[in-house]
């Protein structure tokens, strides 16, 4: 029965459905029948059997009905509310942060295309992960997002579902599900070795590929049925029943055994679980279920199953390996244990699990996600296997897939507030998130090597392991985050100790990870990029999770949350001091990034101050604490220093990026600042004299502090000693001026963070966007307050628009700082601070100057102006006291004699550092002056002999008369003796442990040696004895002797130094010798009392060094009367003794420095306009293709018509001369095939891109298909070598040719084509196919055109009128013809022009040069020759805009090169000889007798002399004449043919009538036919045509056809001579251009009306007598050869014979007016959104799939496949094929996905840009931001220009081969 017909499954269906429902006794059997027969259906097995199961499922769940039926019914009962569609990776979803509430929120495109989104911040995004629709979800967006269909809440309205339409379903489906649970069980085997067989797993998938599907379809029929399927699986009773493994059924059984067993591994175990008694470490990660004997396995068992993790974790060693034993309070039983499982679902989600989370399975169960319950049922599900998801996708190899899936799942679940509130409650979510992250950390922890190496107890992670390098653990920590984002879940958090506790824990793995340690050999082997996964690692796990929870932390009420986190951060710190041994000193020459810890404190600090207005004091521990944490962090400043300064040079380049890495705008808010904020409190707490000490200890800049003008620098070589000074300064300067944490508002931060990202560059807005560091936490979705960042952004900074340079570059829309931001805003310390590269300081400096120096507020070169701050918090006061403490004074002090005296090593910048640090000093000193006794004398243990006290003000004053100093015994200072009072310095003596003890006090005149680190010590052990038991004094000694001078001190001696300054002279003096002049500085007050009146100081200061001391010594006078006085006093002394000019070549370093680089950018300057300029005058000449009617350059040769011959230079050897046969000079020259022409369309209604399957594009109309139909029917019906003379080719794939005026000698280029060869470097263009740039302009070329020798002087020659008559003329024409031309002879010329024809032949593919019937024939290169010189004229008519109106030289200037090539192709043409039977210029210029008899000799008849292109004749008898051409002959040429032309267009005028309007114009024409000029006069003419060829059958189809006659031929029966003009005119241009390149000359401009009359003229086609006032009639310009009548008639009787054979064909062959348009590109709609929907998802025609990259031709529409394998043809891939056939070698395509153009051109390629632009002016490569983009129409003129012009190869730089991969 299990294989029965469709029939007998629908009957048996329907019974079976009528007994079960219908109630009575058959109930019980049917329901019998019914197990029975699905167990024989659905038994695993066979997989031909699938299709049958799901058919059988089919037929009963409708009861018999038919399916679609079935499913159309249960549809009518859904109450969607919700749009819940799931998508998988790479589906394009939009975003709306307007109306989300989670910020995760998504959108699929239809929901947000019918919701009303207009002017939101939205956009349009790539999904990674895949996920699901939002729309409908209340949790998740606002309301007023919804679409409009699932706005309505329908719940009410939809009727309820009847019993007996989902009865079957009840009962099948738990038969069914349990179907597929067998199948999982069965096909899955306990991996061997931990290699999971993953082919098997494969394949069960496969097999239950439609199993699966048919799940998802029952999902999609809607919420009746998704209930249903909601009850089976969690049903407990079902699932018991079916899946005990009980029952006779054996199969059955051994499925249960293999689930069993694959459940053994699922719990989590922690070592020490193993024997309960005995803590030994034993296999990590053994399973729990050999304690527990799970299931009745035996022991045995359970530890067969714990090996599989030992192989995982044993192969390490466990001894290396320090595992942390959690607590055992944290292990939460239910977490750990084995997995129980008790409905279908759980254990379908085992499985997904098991089998690695297949995506079918995973929509399947997202799928479901819209019924609430069945989201309850799963969440709580998915809880429960956290801790076996974490192990799985430890194991998995594929976990990059693995993880998105995961996310896929935990984003729906978790982002709902409400259901992650409820699963925390109860499930305990955060416990086992918590648990499960630690557990997964503990698997790669190592020993940390940081400060005490061998005895250190503290493990830390090892970046090197695979989970921390491919970012393993992403998906648990995004979950993490995701849920700490809800405030009700956050608070849980923070109020559970234990938690905390754990987490501090978690945070402590990571804290000092990935230690570098410098190398002082050799350079580091291998750079490891292990840094990478560390500085991921810190952001994603720790910080965050803290920027989450800080984000709660906001309000006063949430203190108790910031005291608890700081409180158990404070205790992990702790732990972690004890567990490295720290004591004092950091280990030198080793530094870590990364301490999460410290900034979890900091950062919790902060926000407790700012928000919650706690006092800071109570959140701080004891100095000994802020001693120690203040040592890390100033480790990391001090090395960032050293990085920078090439110390760490051996360590390769990842040290450099580390230290980028710190300060980038991703991390800097959660590193840098936490850091510097956390010094900044260290600062204001602790001593400040030691703090400096320990700042100039850690920058190793100690020795260098000293007196003396020499020193010995134990710890630092003197190259670096200048930049780690300069490093010490500025850190102080940042420390001390930044107020990110200390009391700026969140706006100001905005505005500072702004201002000095645009004062380092120009920002486009999404840049900006990115650098401006995210406030607070990354994964919250918010934009640094969005709102405030485009107010702000508005403020401070103006838009430039995007703009074009002629060099084809574009620009994007940029954002420049506004003039008063750099007048008041422009921060140093903040750019300093912020910047990545050290060369973006610079940039921001230069700006500056050049903002003063344009505005006129400065000239010369400024220092970084002096900022007033914002005020500091209170809380925060203590910091001001660095400034006032005599350390720092005395560094101060020092650091100004030493610059004063020109020491070594000192720049200007640490000069501006210093001022800065004294204006600081200044700015922020206590209001009344302290009086002198105030001093305790307690305070000044050792600095008594150097300043008094510890205030600036009072300090500046104070003169310091002698200072002994130890020195080297080299030192010049060594020979003076000492007098009796010194004061010491000798910051060098402090290394010296033989110092004698008798110095130390010899009188109370002088102090003891001054020494910062001694100083600092002392401090220390003080603060240690207060706190600590002596215990633990014993281990501290050994410390502080690391420090003694390693090696053997130098010999120092003391010497006394008399110095006689004080901080205010040195200023002054200062002044002088920055100004150069003595005398230089004179008090301002005493000209001026107003200066001294406290006035509002501005908050800023332009100027240089001088304008900071006069600024400093102002602020010195203004706050205290004695220094004013000490300050005239100085002054009136005599000048100072500035040593000489002469004999300080170290002055003349620091100051002349500064005017040599001046000068040097003067020079520069200077250069660079020179060159500027010349290249100006170059691009002038070389490219004159943007300025057409600007620059007239003229022809090459035309302007030099004085000289006899032509001269050229050739480009490589630099010689000028004539070309000669023997050694040609030849033009560079760019052959490119073109199909531009071709696209020249009939209306001037530009063609649309189709973005709806309605709008379609035709070919038909293009220009190149009505000519090649043309062709086509001539050769049905004529003979096909007189076909082939009668039309152009060339509209598609003519050849063009292009020069950029540059000659060179053809040997030199040979030669240099040969280095080329030898030159490997070169890319972009292949030398193989004899491609290379112009040695001189660089130009792209392929070719080199032989200039023909002599030219210039026939055409002087010939330029004279001549009198012959017509006659006389045209004799001599036909003879010229009639001359066979010779094979010249074997020149190198002539070998030239041969290989040059050949280049040109094979410029473009064959099929666009073979048009004859016999392949091969000689007529195909004819026609192909001549084509060639109309391609080339057409296209400069073209590029003249289609008219001649403009006049002047050609437009392409020096660019053209038609003269050259008409010699080439004259030269090949003369080859072939016209039979003179058959040339064309007999029939024009003569009256054959015998008419008849020509035509019926042949079978093929030549074509009709009316139905030949005119301008094809023209070129043929030109090309066939011998060159030069006379002037005379050419304009004899010229009137015959336009005799023809002229009567073509009065038959084509002709067919326009209707019959009446025929017989009006023939009558009134033979009234006219007897007037003296009547073979001038149209009407005349056009009578006689008429006449003639009514005779024949020519108008017999028109009455049919005159209803349709169209309505733009009405206007040219009312005004033939309009149409005649017309008709003429494009031929006219051809000739003009033409003539002017072939014998110079102007050519005239006009207006358009007079066109026609101005060429005529220009031609000689006007009678003479011609005069422009009176009516001027086209007819006049005819100049008959022959009795006009006698040959119109011989002409037209060709045409009657012809339609008596072919009436039908007569009409469709005459040649029409051409009304081409110029050709264009597609015009593009204004929103890229248009195109983007319509194409992303559009289906190739080829090969039907939707392509991965699809892109569509800008020239003709087609949708084509990028780099699809699936539409190759012969290794060509679709877009390469199809810029063949559409322009002949040249595409421009869009690409749909990534909004870019690119261009193909032969065998090279080139992204070109984007034409779409975001609101900001940007372009959006890649769709990566989503924004809206509309169309620029500048950007794609510019593009349509570029392909009009040919100039694609010139303009666009980054070239590459596409190897026909595209």
Not at 475 to 500: G, M, T, Y
Not at 914 to 940: A, M, R
Request: hydrophobic residues 35%; glycine residues 6%; charged residues 20%.
């Amino acid at each position: 029965m299990a294989g029965a017909g469709a029939r007998e499954k629908r009957s048996t269906a329907a019974r079976l459905k009528a007994a079960l429902s219908g109630g009575g006794g058959e109930e019980g059997e049917a329901g019998a029948e019914l197990r029975a027969l699905l167990e024989r259906v659905l038994r695993p097995g066979e997989a031909s059997s699938s299709s049958e199961a799901l058919a059988w499922c089919r037929c009963l769940l409708a009861g018999g009905e038919p399916w679609d039926g079935f499913v159309q019914a249960v549809r009518a009962y859904d109450p969607a509310t919700l749009c819940g569609l799931v998508w998988t990776a790479n589906f394009v979803a939009y975003r709306c942060r307007t109306c989300g509430i989670s910020p995760c929120m998504s959108l699929c495109a239809e929901c947000f295309h019918q919701g009303e989104h207009a002017g939101h911040d939205y956009n349009m995004f790539r999904s990674q992960a895949g996920g699901a629709c939002d729309c409908g979800d209340g949790n998740v967006m606002r309301e007023a997002g919804f679409c409009r269909r699932h706005r309505i809440k329908s719940s009410s309205e939809v009727p309820s579902v009847p019993k007996d339409l989902l009865i079957m379903s009840e009962l099948v489906l738990p038969q069914f599900i349990f179907c597929i649970i067998q199948y999982l069980r069965e096909g899955y085997n306990e991996p061997v070795l931990d290699l999971p067989s993953e082919k098997d797993l494969q394949k069960v998938l496969q097999i239950l590929e439609p199993h699966i599907s048919f799940l998802e379809d029952l999902t999609k029929m809607g919420g009746a049925m998704r209930s249903v399927l909601t009850q089976v699986l969690t049903n407990q009773q079902f699932y018991k029943d079916l899946s005990s493994g009980g029952g006779e059924n054996a199969c059955a059984k051994k499925s249960h055994e293999k689930y069993l067993i694959a459940l053994k591994g699922s719990g989590l175990t922690f070592p020490e679980d193993k024997l309960v008694g005995g803590v030994q470490e034993q296999t990590p990660g053994a399973s729990t279920s050999a304690l527990q004997g799970c299931a009745g396995a035996t022991p045995a068992s359970g530890q067969g199953d714990s090996s599989d993790e030992e192989d995982q974790d044993g192969s390490q060693g466990l001894g290396k390996r320090k595992r942390v034993k959690l607590s055992s309070t944290t292990k939460d039983q239910s977490i750990m244990e084995v997995l129980k499982h008790k409905c279908f679902l759980e254990e379908l989600l085992f499985w997904t699990i098991k089998y690695e989370f297949p995506q079918k399975m995973v929509t399947f169960l997202l799928n479901m996600l819209p019924d609430q319950d069945y989201k309850i049922a799963f969440t709580k599900t998915f809880v429960q296997h956290y801790a076996f998801i974490m192990k799985t996708l430890k194991k998995s190899h594929e976990s990059d897939t693995m993880s998105n899936r995961i996310v896929h799942i935990s984003v729906q679940l978790f982002s709902n507030e409400e259901l992650a509130r409820q699963v925390t409650e109860e499930c305990q979510l955060l416990d086992i998130m918590v648990t499960v992250l630690l557990y997964m950390m503990e698997s790669c922890l190592i020993k940390s090597e940081l400060q005490d190496e061998e005895n250190s107890l503290h493990v830390v992670v090892n970046c090197g392991e695979a989970l921390l390098k491919n970012n393993t653990y992403w998906p648990l920590v995004s979950d993490f985050i995701n849920i700490l984002s809800h405030q009700s879940v956050a608070k849980k958090f923070l109020e559970d100790h234990r938690l905390l506790v754990m987490w501090m824990n978690f945070v402590s793995f990571f804290q000092g990870m990935n230690l570098n340690k410098r190398e002082l050999n050799e350079h580091v082997e291998f750079e490891s990029q292990t840094y990478y996964a560390a500085f991921a690692a810190e952001l994603e796990a720790c910080a965050q999770p803290m920027w989450g929870l800080l984000s709660h932390c906001k309000v006063r009420e949430t203190q108790e949350y910031t005291q608890n986190v700081v409180k158990y951060c404070l205790e992990a710190l702790q732990d972690w001091f004890d567990a490295i041994n720290f004591v004092d000193e950091p280990t030198p020459n080793q530094v870590t990034f990364h301490l999460p810890l410290h900034r979890y404190y900091a950062m919790f600090l902060s926000k407790a101050v700012k928000c919650q207005e706690v006092d800071l004091d109570s959140l701080l521990p004891d100095q000994e604490m802020l001693m120690k944490l203040m040592v890390h962090p100033l480790q990391i400043q001090a090395s960032l220093s050293e990085i920078h300064s090439n110390m760490w040079v051996r360590n390769g380049l990842q040290i450099k990026g580390q230290a980028m890495t710190y300060v980038q705008s991703h991390f800097c808010n959660s590193m840098i600042d936490p850091d510097i904020y956390l010094l900044q409190v260290c600062a204001s707490r602790l001593d400040p004299d030691y703090f400096i000490s320990s700042v100039f200890e850690r920058f190793k800049v100690v020795d260098l502090l000293t007196m003396a003008s020499q020193h010995q620098n134990t710890v630092l070589d003197a190259e670096h000693e200048r930049s780690m000074l300069e490093g010490a300064l500025t850190f102080l300067v940042i420390l001390l001026s930044l107020r990110l944490h200390l009391g700026m508002t969140d706006d100001e931060i905005l505005r500072a963070e702004m201002v000095a990202q645009l004062c380092m560059n120009d920002r486009t807005h999404s840049s900006l966007l990115d650098l401006i560091p995210e406030n607070p936490n990354p994964k919250s979705g918010i934009v640094p307050g969005s709102l405030s960042f485009e107010s702000m952004l508005s403020a401070v900074a103006d838009f430039k628009a995007p703009i074009f340079e002629p060099g084809g570059s574009m620009q994007q829309g940029m954002y420049t700082p506004k003039a008063e931001v750099w007048d008041k805003e422009f921060d140093p310390v903040m750019v300093i601070l912020r910047t990545v590269y050290r060369r973006d300081v610079q940039s921001a400096m230069d700006r500056y100057t050049a903002f003063l120096k344009q505005s006129g507020k400065f000239h010369g070169n400024p220092w970084p102006p002096y900022k007033k701050r914002t005020n500091l918090h209170p809380s925060y006061k203590g910091l001001l006291r660095l400034l006032h403490c005599k350390t720092l004074h005395i560094v101060l002090f020092t650091l100004l004699y030493k610059i004063l005296m020109d020491h070594q090593n000192l720049s200007e910048h640490v000069l501006c550092m210093v001022l800065y640090l004294i204006e600081l000093g200044l700015e922020n000193s206590s209001e009344q002056e302290p009086d002198e006794e105030d001093s305790v004398g307690g305070q000044e243990r050792c600095h008594d002999s150097w300043f008094p006290g510890n205030n600036l003000v009072s300090n500046m004053r104070h003169f310091i008369n002698y200072v002994r100093v130890r020195v080297p015994e080299t030192a010049p200072e060594v020979k003076r003796e000492p007098p009796a009072s010194t004061s010491a310095d000798g910051f060098a003596a402090s290394q010296n442990p033989r110092r004698p003890k008798g110095l130390q006090r010899e009188n109370s005149g002088t102090a003891q040696v001054f020494s910062l680190v001694a100083e600092r010590r002392k401090k220390f052990q003080e603060i240690i004895n207060r706190n600590t038991s002596e215990a633990s004094q014993a281990v501290r000694p050994k410390t502080s002797m690391k420090w003694s001078a390693p090696g053997a001190t130098p010999q120092l001696t003391t010497a006394i130094l008399e110095v006689k300054e004080s901080i205010l002279s040195l200023l002054v003096k200062l002044h002088h010798k920055l100004s150069g002049k003595q005398n230089s500085y004179y008090p301002p007050w005493l000209e001026d009392m107003e200066t001294l009146l406290p006035q509002e100081n501005p908050k800023y200061f332009h100027g240089d060094g001088m304008t900071a001391v006069e600024r400093i010594l102002l602020k010195a006078a203004l706050q205290s009367r004695m220094n004013k006085r000490i300050i005239e006093e100085i002054c009136r002394k005599v000048t100072p003794p500035v040593p000489p000019k002469k004999i300080s070549p170290t002055e003349k370093k620091t100051l002349d420095k500064e005017e040599r680089r001046q000068k040097a950018r003067e020079r520069q300057q200077k250069l660079l306009a020179e060159f500027a300029s010349r290249q100006k005058s170059f691009m002038e000449t070389a490219m004159d293709v943007e300025s057409p009617d600007t620059d007239i350059a003229m022809e090459i040769t035309a302007s030099e018509q004085h000289v006899s011959e032509a001269m050229y230079d050739c480009v490589i050897c630099g010689q000028s001369g004539p070309s000669t046969e023997d050694r040609p000079a030849g033009l560079v020259v760019l052959l490119q095939a073109s199909s531009v022409l071709g696209q020249c369309r009939n209306s001037s209604e530009p063609k649309k891109l189709p973005t709806t399957e309605k709008e379609q594009i035709y070919a038909r109309d293009t220009c190149a298909a009505v000519y090649e139909e043309r062709l086509a029917i001539l050769q049905k019906f004529f003979k096909d070598s007189s076909c082939l003379q009668s039309v152009s080719i060339g509209w598609e794939g003519g050849v063009y040719v292009q020069t950029c005026g540059h000659t060179l000698h053809i040997d030199c280029h040979k030669s240099y084509m040969e280095s080329l060869r030898n030159d490997q470097v070169l890319q972009g263009f292949s030398v193989d196919k004899g491609e290379f740039t112009c040695p001189l302009c660089r130009q792209f070329a392929n070719s080199v055109l032989p200039c023909y020798p002599g030219n210039n002087v026939e055409r002087n020659l010939w330029q004279c009128h001549s009198n012959k008559n017509m006659q006389d003329l045209i004799k001599e024409v036909e003879e010229l013809q009639e001359q066979l031309g010779t094979f010249p002879s074997e020149t190198n010329l002539s070998k030239e022009m041969e290989s040059v024809m050949k280049d040109i032949k094979s410029t473009t593919q064959k099929k666009y040069t073979d048009y004859s019937k016999t392949p091969g024939s000689p007529d195909n290169d004819f026609l192909f020759m001549y084509s060639v010189a109309r391609t080339n004229l057409e296209l400069e008519l073209v590029h003249r805009g289609g008219n001649l109106c403009q006049g002047g030289a050609s437009t392409a200037g020096k660019r053209s090169c038609l003269h050259q090539l008409f010699h080439v192709l004259a030269m090949h043409m003369r080859l072939y000889s016209i039979d003179s039977a058959y040339n064309p210029w007999k029939k024009l210029t003569q009256l054959i007798e015998d008419k008849n008899l020509q035509i019926l000799n042949e079978e093929q008849p030549e074509v009709p002399v009316l139905y030949r292109d005119v301008l094809s004749l023209l070129l043929v008898q030109i090309l066939t004449m011998p060159q030069p051409l006379h002037k005379e002959h050419f304009t004899c040429i010229i009137k015959v043919l336009f005799t023809l032309l002229y009567i073509q267009a009065l038959v084509a005028l002709s067919t326009k009538g209707s019959t009446d309007d025929r017989t009006t114009w023939m009558n009134s024409g033979v009234l006219k036919k007897n007037i003296s000029n009547a073979k001038t006069s149209h009407e005349a003419l056009l009578s006689h045509v008429i006449s003639e060829l009514s005779k024949g059958k020519v108008y017999n189809q028109d009455e049919t056809e005159d209803l349709s006659m169209d309505n733009n031929s009405a206007w040219c029966l009312h005004s033939p001579e309009t149409y005649l003009q017309q008709f003429c005119l494009p031929f006219l241009r051809i000739t003009s251009l033409l003539q002017h390149h072939l014998f110079g000359g102007e050519l005239p401009s006009c207006q358009e009306d007079e066109e026609f009359t101005v060429l005529a003229n220009c031609l000689g086609l006007l009678p003479s007598s011609f005069q422009s006032s009176h009516h001027f009639s086209s007819a006049s310009c005819l100049d008959w050869p022959v009795p006009a009548f006698d040959i119109i008639s011989q002409w037209c009787s060709e045409l009657v014979s012809f339609a008596d054979k072919h009436p039908t064909q007569v009409k469709s062959l005459f040649l029409q007016e051409s009304k081409w348009d110029l050709p264009r590109l597609l015009q593009l709609p204004e929103n890229y959104n248009t195109i983007f929907q319509y194409y992303h998802r559009k289906s190739c025609s080829v090969c039907t799939k939707v392509p991965k990259d699809p892109a569509v031709c800008l020239v003709c529409g087609t949708f084509v496949c990028l780099k699809g394998l699936c539409c190759k043809q012969q290794s060509y891939c679709e877009c390469v094929l199809h810029s063949q056939n559409c322009g002949a070698g040249t595409g421009i395509f869009l690409l749909i996905n990534a909004s870019v153009i690119i261009i193909i051109r032969g065998h090279r390629f080139c992204l070109w840009g984007s034409v779409y632009l975001d609101a900001h002016g940007e372009e959006d490569r890649d769709l990566r931001r989503g924004k809206p983009l509309y169309i620029c129409k500048e950007r794609y003129k510019v593009l349509e220009q570029q392909w009009i012009s040919h100039t694609f190869d010139h303009i666009n730089k980054r070239w590459g081969p596409h190897y026909n991969g595209l």
